[in-house]
Nanobody
């Protein structure tokens, strides 16, 4: 079993930055793919970014490319999402997730709210 706890969300003005963190515990973290997803009010959850076990392969949704950066620290069992140039449409609950690479996301955090005011 893996537990994921997100932090770092909050209220920020458009154009500002936030860094989300997701701390993992309960199982070996280093071999797993990590991802960030978000869900805006009334909308379905969508993929934001992912990073493979050694950090050498990252993927981003088109909507965040060039503004967001995903990274991980396998010593601290933590994945990060640096969000810059935030827009009002980035407002959502952000979730981190993990799973075996290629096997889908099996574990999810509880989410952290990000609100961008225009």
């Amino acid at each position: 079993q893996v537990q994921l706890v997100e932090s770092g969300g909050g209220l920020v003005q458009a154009g500002g930055s936030l860094r989300l963190s997701c701390a993992a515990s309960g199982r070996t973290f280093s071999g797993y793919v990590m991802g960030w997803f978000r869900q805006a009010p009334g909308k379905e959850r969508k993929f934001v970014a992912s990073i493979n076990w050694n950090g050498r392969r990252t993927l981003y949704a088109d909507s965040v490319k060039g503004r967001y950066t995903i990274s991980r620290d396998n010593v601290k069992d933590t994945v990060y999402l640096q969000m810059n140039s935030l827009k009002s449409e980035d407002t959502a609950v952000y979730y981190c997730a993990t799973g075996v690479d290629g096997g889908g996301y099996s574990y999810w955090g509880q989410g952290t709210q990000v609100t961008v005011s225009s």
